[in-house]
């Protein structure tokens, strides 16, 4: 295969942007770019200073605090009864 001049540059399509490419582009770029959120990548647990542990999620913050009741069934009871249902 030969060209006429081979400093030519052939078959390319130049286009007559200035400054910024088409918003359609924009667009695409942006949506790569962001992550759509979701409770994965916006929500975290942290401890706070007072040694309280906290989960974040957008702009909501929640103590978080586990309550067992003294009388209550033990966690192998639990357990056993969650296995159970998991069977039925």
Known sequence: MTFENPTRRQNI???DYIDTPPKELLK????EREPKPTL?????YAVD???ETYFYCG???LKV???FANTGKPVGALIENVIDYAAQ
């Open 65 to 67: 605090c586990e309550h």
């Open 59 to 61: 702009g909501s913050r």
């Open 49 to 51: 200073e007072d040694g």
């Open 40 to 44: 994965d990548n916006t929500s975290f």
């Open 13 to 15: 399509i130049y286009t």
């Open 28 to 31: 695409q770029w942006a949506t």
